[in-house]
């Protein structure tokens, strides 16, 4: 005969509803949700076995929470759920030490009329030391736990930048719309292409003074830190949205015949060179500046639409992930023994990729945009106020 199941549970309406929202809250601890549910199933008839099974815990664990639930019930949800205070030394720095040390973690090294750009955890602990936070005794270690606990790291920074033109949204938001296939709020046809186009410029040719090693086993690959400087290179790519298709050209520097080059590369074969409209988007530098670059190509190719990001956008070009992958994969390391050599090796990995290229499954729209501004914004004017 089986055993009747310990400590049964019988919830209320408010009580289910109150542990539903835990399992479902996305800041509720992991641990916390599993309790929850434990409860939930216990109320459903789940057996212990079974909750043990679906938690992946001991059954002794599930039989406890139900235990702890009966008996601190009356403390509330989600009270009852938590641990019980254990006992233990008491703390040997007090929540006032705590807090001082992570005040100054907090502030740049300049307001204490120190001579550093930013703190490393022994320089806190020295500061600390020197105004009375803490003691003399204390371990650096004990100092970086306290910072850990608020996810607290000085030393580490990355720059930042606002946009400052007036209408990056609206600039931006008709690119994105393009990688949307909408322009002007109407669909595109099929014979509408979308080209991002640009440059990526000062391609240093560096030889090693002695050769690259391959990796070995057990040891990674070897490159000699020693190099002559061999000149360097331009790379002009274009880059068929919808189509994932590469096409680039080598030159010893940027500027606009070499971008009229890639134009003409493009523009020169099918579908491009017949299609309804091209659009071609790219940014304001002096190769494609806003103010001759539209007339230009338009006068040379009816169908060509010249599309200008807003400034400080290129990460909004898609041709700035394949030169990503072109850095990563075939230019790095940097060691090629003439800028012939590492043309080559441009050209040669472009045709690699393409024959298995597939468009980029771009997510970013407009709404994400106009989101991302609105909290650039509130950032910005906490920032410039002094309050972040």
Known sequence: MKKPE???????????????????????ERREADRARIILWADK????????????CHRQTALYWRKRFLEAR?????????????????????????????????????KYDLPLSRFSIAEITAYAVDQGVVPEEISPTTI???????????????????PRDPLFAEKAGIVLDLYQRIWQR?????DDYVISADEKSQLQVL????????????????????????????????LDVF?????????????????????????????????????????????????????????????????????????????????SILQRKALTPNDFPSPEAKAERILA???????????????FTRQDLERRLERMTDFGRKTYEGKV
């Open 6 to 28: 310990k400590y049964v549970i019988r919830l209320s309406g408010k009580e289910k509803q109150i542990l539903r929202r835990l399992v479902r809250a996305g800041k509720t």
């Open 45 to 56: 008839g789940v057996t212990l076995d079974e909750t043990a099974r679906r938690l992946d």
């Open 74 to 110: 009356h403390l509330g949800i989600p009270e009852c759920l938590q641990d019980k205070p254990r006992s233990g030394r008491p703390p040997v720095y007090s929540p006032q030490q705590v807090v001082g040390v992570k005040a100054i973690a907090c502030e740049l090294p300049a």
């Open 144 to 162: 970086w736990r306290w910072l850990h606990q608020d996810a607290l790291r000085p030393w580490f920074y990355r720059s930042w930048l606002f």
């Open 186 to 190: 109407q669909p595109l046809s099929d």
């Open 207 to 238: 030889t090693r003074k002695a050769p690259t090693l391959a990796p070995q086993p057990s040891q990674i690959g070897r490159v000699e830190f020693e190099y002559e400087r061999k000149g360097t290179l331009a790379y002009l790519a274009a």
């Open 243 to 323: 189509q994932g298709r590469i096409f680039g050209r080598i030159d010893r520097t940027v500027g606009i015949q070499p971008f009229g080059a890639l134009v003409d590369m493009v523009m020169g074969q099918e579908p491009y060179c017949s299609s309804r409209r091209t659009f071609w988007i790219v940014d304001n530098g002096s190769s494609h500046h806003p103010s001759t670059t539209p007339a230009r190509l338009t006068e040379a190719y009816p169908n060509i639409i010249v599309v200008h990001l807003p400034f400080h956008a290129s990460w909004l070009n898609q041709v700035e992930i394949y030169f």
């Open 349 to 363: 990995f472009q045709e690699y990729y393409t024959q298995t290229a597939t468009p980029f499954n771009w997510k």
